[in-house]
């Protein structure tokens, strides 16, 4: 799946082992950055096809990415961005080992 080129320095660094994150933001480590005043959290290739995400924090952004990343399962949405997330999400470690 290709995914937005976002320039490092507009990249937040983001602890993607941090306990409690759910499954899906570890799995698949949305990309964070900073636009304008904003922290935006997005997997895909823009943010009009992508799974995003926007807050006043990192962690605001993350949360409402989980929120839409929901919502685009749930409704069966078959773009890319969402047909990838389902695939990661559906893959168990003994489907790969």
């Avoid at 080129?5 to 990249?11: D, M, P, Y």
């Amino acid at each position: 799946m290709e995914q937005m080129s976002i320039s490092e320095k507009a990249r937040v660094p983001f602890d993607y082992e941090k306990k409690g994150l759910p499954r899906a933001v570890c799995e698949l480590r949305p990309i964070i950055f900073r636009e304008g005043d904003l922290f935006r959290c997005l997997l895909g290739p823009d943010l009009q096809k992508g799974i995003s995400g926007e807050g006043a924090t990192p962690e605001a952004a993350v949360e409402e990415w989980v929120s839409s990343l929901r919502q685009r399962l749930q409704a069966h949405a078959e773009d890319e961005a969402t047909q990838y997330a389902r695939d990661v999400l559906n893959t168990s470690v003994n489907d790969v080992w």
